[in-house]
């Protein structure tokens, strides 16, 4: 059974625990980048999270002048596949960090080697 959603504020409030996990080491790097929330990806309802930009190891020195990174985290799927409030926190957590990890460069099994989903 589907949960009650909980508000933006509240969504919102998960992403930036989630952020908050993330290690120093890592996070300093995060820079011309932001994190979403929006309430579904248009082309693929069911997409829980989704990095646009170019991947940090990808970047070149002269990589400015550019719209930031952005990672979507899409609160209607995330939703529709908890069955609590305790459930969506963790998997909000693993998608912020999933999507985090793209922006780092990381291929999916490192991802699931790091334990981010």
Known sequence: M?????????????INDALDTIPEEFARHMTNMVVLARDFNYDNPTLLGLFEGVP?????????GFLPDAVFVYKDA?????????????EVRVTVL????????????????????
């Not at 940090?56 to 400015?64: D, G, I, M, S």
Request: glycine share 8%; aromatic share 8%.
């Open 78 to 90: 995330l939703e529709a596949m908890c069955s609590n409030e305790e459930e969506l926190r963790r």
């Open 56 to 64: 940090l190891p990808e970047k070149q020195a002269n990589h400015t």
């Open 2 to 14: 589907a949960m009650m959603p909980v508000t933006q504020a509240e969504f919102e409030e998960m």
């Open 98 to 117: 999933h999507e985090v990890g793209h922006y780092f460069g990381l291929e999916e099994h490192e991802l699931h080697e790091l334990g981010w989903g």
